[in-house]
Protein backbone atom coordinates (compact mmCIF):
# COMPACT_ATOMS: atom_id res chain seq x y z
CA UNK A 1 0.00 0.00 0.00
CA UNK A 2 1.77 3.16 -0.54
CA UNK A 3 2.00 5.83 1.94
CA UNK A 4 1.62 9.76 1.99
CA UNK A 5 3.58 11.24 -0.74
CA UNK A 6 4.78 14.74 -0.31
CA UNK A 7 6.74 17.37 -2.31
CA UNK A 8 8.87 18.85 -2.87
CA UNK A 9 10.71 17.13 -0.05
CA UNK A 10 13.05 20.15 0.12
CA UNK A 11 12.91 24.04 -0.92
CA UNK A 12 14.76 26.98 -0.20
CA UNK A 13 13.55 30.53 -0.34
CA UNK A 14 13.93 34.13 0.55
CA UNK A 15 11.84 35.96 3.28
CA UNK A 16 8.72 37.63 1.59
CA UNK A 17 8.80 35.05 -1.12
CA UNK A 18 5.55 32.15 -1.57
CA UNK A 19 5.91 28.81 -1.70
CA UNK A 20 3.70 25.39 -2.24
CA UNK A 21 3.54 22.18 -0.56
CA UNK A 22 1.68 18.96 -2.16
CA UNK A 23 0.34 16.64 -0.56
CA UNK A 24 -1.30 13.17 -1.69
CA UNK A 25 -3.02 10.73 1.27
CA UNK A 26 -3.28 7.07 1.42
CA UNK A 27 -6.18 5.99 -1.11
CA UNK A 28 -9.44 6.16 0.81
CA UNK A 29 -8.59 7.78 3.41
CA UNK A 30 -11.08 10.80 4.05
CA UNK A 31 -8.75 12.61 6.54
CA UNK A 32 -5.88 14.49 5.59
CA UNK A 33 -3.71 17.05 8.39
CA UNK A 34 -0.84 19.16 8.07
CA UNK A 35 1.72 19.41 11.19
CA UNK A 36 4.83 21.80 10.88
CA UNK A 37 7.34 20.20 13.40
CA UNK A 38 9.80 22.92 14.13
CA UNK A 39 13.53 21.67 15.35
CA UNK A 40 13.62 19.80 18.19
CA UNK A 41 10.00 20.42 18.81
CA UNK A 42 7.14 17.99 18.21
CA UNK A 43 4.72 18.47 15.28
CA UNK A 44 2.42 20.51 15.78
CA UNK A 45 -1.38 20.65 14.15
CA UNK A 46 -2.30 23.64 11.58
CA UNK A 47 -5.25 22.04 9.36
CA UNK A 48 -7.35 19.41 9.02
CA UNK A 49 -9.58 18.34 6.57
CA UNK A 50 -12.65 15.77 6.57
CA UNK A 51 -12.73 15.02 2.80
CA UNK A 52 -13.09 18.48 1.50
CA UNK A 53 -14.16 20.24 4.14
CA UNK A 54 -11.86 21.94 6.94
CA UNK A 55 -12.81 20.36 10.20
CA UNK A 56 -10.02 22.21 12.16
CA UNK A 57 -7.60 25.17 11.56
CA UNK A 58 -7.32 27.32 14.75
CA UNK A 59 -3.63 27.07 14.75
CA UNK A 60 -3.18 28.25 11.19
CA UNK A 61 -1.67 32.05 10.92
CA UNK A 62 -3.88 32.71 8.00
CA UNK A 63 -2.85 35.88 7.29
CA UNK A 64 0.46 34.09 5.46
CA UNK A 65 -0.81 30.37 5.33
CA UNK A 66 -3.63 28.92 2.95
CA UNK A 67 -4.73 24.81 2.08
CA UNK A 68 -7.24 23.12 0.61
CA UNK A 69 -8.25 19.86 -0.68
CA UNK A 70 -10.09 20.36 -3.43
CA UNK A 71 -11.91 17.03 -4.72
CA UNK A 72 -11.14 15.58 -1.35
CA UNK A 73 -8.11 14.09 -2.19
CA UNK A 74 -4.68 15.86 -2.91
CA UNK A 75 -4.16 19.02 -0.68
CA UNK A 76 -2.10 21.94 -1.16
CA UNK A 77 -0.28 24.41 1.13
CA UNK A 78 0.82 27.87 0.84
CA UNK A 79 2.58 30.49 2.18
CA UNK A 80 2.79 33.89 1.21
CA UNK A 81 4.75 35.46 2.51
CA UNK A 82 6.86 33.38 4.43
CA UNK A 83 8.89 34.68 7.55
CA UNK A 84 11.86 33.36 8.83
CA UNK A 85 10.10 31.35 11.44
CA UNK A 86 8.57 29.38 9.22
CA UNK A 87 11.61 27.26 8.56
CA UNK A 88 10.53 24.11 9.83
CA UNK A 89 8.71 20.29 8.17
CA UNK A 90 6.07 20.42 6.92
CA UNK A 91 4.38 17.16 7.26
CA UNK A 92 1.13 16.21 5.63
CA UNK A 93 -0.69 12.60 7.28
CA UNK A 94 -3.79 11.02 6.76
CA UNK A 95 -6.09 8.79 8.45
CA UNK A 96 -8.87 6.60 7.19
CA UNK A 97 -12.20 8.30 9.08
CA UNK A 98 -12.11 11.55 11.63
CA UNK A 99 -10.03 11.34 14.40
CA UNK A 100 -12.48 11.73 16.96
CA UNK A 101 -12.42 8.97 20.23
CA UNK A 102 -12.53 6.30 17.99
CA UNK A 103 -8.15 6.33 17.99
CA UNK A 104 -7.52 5.94 14.35
CA UNK A 105 -3.88 5.68 13.48
CA UNK A 106 -2.38 8.33 11.27
CA UNK A 107 -0.39 7.89 8.64
CA UNK A 108 2.79 10.40 8.07
CA UNK A 109 4.79 11.53 4.69
CA UNK A 110 8.27 12.12 4.84
CA UNK A 111 7.69 15.90 5.33
CA UNK A 112 9.00 19.27 3.01
CA UNK A 113 11.53 20.60 4.48
CA UNK A 114 11.34 24.64 4.20
CA UNK A 115 14.19 26.90 4.71
CA UNK A 116 13.20 30.32 4.60
CA UNK A 117 16.92 32.91 4.34
CA UNK B 1 -3.93 24.71 27.24
CA UNK B 2 -2.58 21.61 27.52
CA UNK B 3 1.17 21.40 28.20
CA UNK B 4 3.03 17.71 27.27
CA UNK B 5 6.41 17.02 29.11
CA UNK B 6 9.02 14.70 27.60
CA UNK B 7 12.60 14.23 28.86
CA UNK B 8 14.21 16.80 26.50
CA UNK B 9 17.76 15.18 27.19
CA UNK B 10 18.55 12.24 24.92
CA UNK B 11 18.26 8.71 26.86
CA UNK B 12 21.25 6.60 26.64
CA UNK B 13 21.24 2.88 27.44
CA UNK B 14 23.21 -0.34 26.57
CA UNK B 15 21.76 -2.85 24.19
CA UNK B 16 19.75 -5.40 26.22
CA UNK B 17 18.75 -3.09 28.70
CA UNK B 18 15.13 -1.63 29.06
CA UNK B 19 14.46 2.01 27.98
CA UNK B 20 11.86 3.91 29.86
CA UNK B 21 10.69 6.76 28.50
CA UNK B 22 8.03 9.22 30.36
CA UNK B 23 5.36 11.27 29.23
CA UNK B 24 3.44 13.81 31.37
CA UNK B 25 0.18 16.22 31.00
CA UNK B 26 -1.22 18.70 32.72
CA UNK B 27 -4.45 19.41 33.44
CA UNK B 28 -7.51 17.18 32.13
CA UNK B 29 -7.29 13.51 31.13
CA UNK B 30 -7.04 13.04 27.42
CA UNK B 31 -9.45 10.25 26.16
CA UNK B 32 -6.20 8.22 25.04
CA UNK B 33 -2.54 8.70 24.16
CA UNK B 34 -0.49 7.41 21.22
CA UNK B 35 3.37 7.10 21.07
CA UNK B 36 4.93 7.47 17.98
CA UNK B 37 8.36 6.65 16.89
CA UNK B 38 10.42 9.46 14.32
CA UNK B 39 13.56 8.60 12.49
CA UNK B 40 15.97 11.61 11.62
CA UNK B 41 14.60 12.82 8.08
CA UNK B 42 11.43 10.59 8.53
CA UNK B 43 7.89 11.15 9.32
CA UNK B 44 6.61 9.82 12.39
CA UNK B 45 5.81 6.30 12.55
CA UNK B 46 2.57 5.28 14.90
CA UNK B 47 3.27 2.50 17.54
CA UNK B 48 0.94 2.07 20.13
CA UNK B 49 -2.23 3.54 21.55
CA UNK B 50 -3.82 3.13 24.94
CA UNK B 51 -6.90 4.42 26.38
CA UNK B 52 -7.54 6.44 29.62
CA UNK B 53 -9.38 2.73 31.09
CA UNK B 54 -6.84 0.90 29.88
CA UNK B 55 -3.38 0.66 32.45
CA UNK B 56 -0.91 -1.33 30.37
CA UNK B 57 -0.90 -2.30 26.57
CA UNK B 58 1.85 -4.40 25.34
CA UNK B 59 3.17 -4.67 21.50
CA UNK B 60 6.34 -7.23 20.83
CA UNK B 61 8.92 -5.94 23.29
CA UNK B 62 6.98 -2.70 23.66
CA UNK B 63 5.16 -1.95 26.73
CA UNK B 64 2.90 1.67 27.77
CA UNK B 65 1.70 2.29 30.94
CA UNK B 66 -1.16 5.31 31.40
CA UNK B 67 -1.51 6.81 34.98
CA UNK B 68 -4.27 9.06 35.00
CA UNK B 69 -3.85 9.96 38.57
CA UNK B 70 -0.13 10.88 38.16
CA UNK B 71 -0.99 12.14 34.42
CA UNK B 72 1.75 9.88 33.47
CA UNK B 73 2.53 7.52 30.11
CA UNK B 74 5.57 5.41 30.39
CA UNK B 75 6.87 3.85 27.51
CA UNK B 76 9.15 0.74 27.60
CA UNK B 77 11.48 -0.92 25.36
CA UNK B 78 13.01 -4.02 26.39
CA UNK B 79 15.86 -6.22 25.32
CA UNK B 80 16.83 -2.54 23.48
CA UNK B 81 18.62 -2.84 20.74
CA UNK B 82 20.88 -0.44 18.18
CA UNK B 83 18.36 -0.24 15.44
CA UNK B 84 15.91 1.33 18.22
CA UNK B 85 17.40 4.79 18.21
CA UNK B 86 15.45 7.49 17.27
CA UNK B 87 13.44 10.30 19.11
CA UNK B 88 9.56 8.65 20.33
CA UNK B 89 6.39 11.43 20.35
CA UNK B 90 4.11 10.62 23.01
CA UNK B 91 0.78 12.09 21.78
CA UNK B 92 -2.57 12.58 24.18
CA UNK B 93 -5.49 13.44 22.41
CA UNK B 94 -7.40 16.38 23.61
CA UNK B 95 -9.80 16.47 20.76
CA UNK B 96 -7.00 16.53 18.66
CA UNK B 97 -3.37 14.93 19.15
CA UNK B 98 -1.34 17.02 20.80
CA UNK B 99 2.49 15.97 20.61
CA UNK B 100 5.21 16.37 23.18
CA UNK B 101 8.61 17.38 22.00
CA UNK B 102 9.97 13.90 21.88
CA UNK B 103 13.01 12.61 23.73
CA UNK B 104 15.78 10.88 21.42
CA UNK B 105 16.70 7.35 22.57
CA UNK B 106 20.78 6.05 21.69
CA UNK B 107 21.11 2.12 22.45
CA UNK B 108 24.94 1.53 22.69
CA UNK B 109 26.04 -1.62 21.42
Known amino acids: EAGVAQSPRYKIIEKRQSVAFWCNPISGHATLYWYQQILGQGPKLLIQ????????DSQLPKDRFSAERLKGVDSTLKIQPAKLEDSAVYLCASSLVLQMHSGNTIYFGEGSWLTVV | SQKIEQNSEALNIQEGKTATLTCNYTNYSPAYLQWYRQDPGRGPVFLLL?????KEKRKERLKVTFDTTLKQSLFHITASQPADSATYLC????????FGTGTRLLVSP
Open chain 2, 50 to 54: IRENE
Open chain 2, 91 to 98: APFFQKLV
Open chain 1, 49 to 56: FQNNGVVD
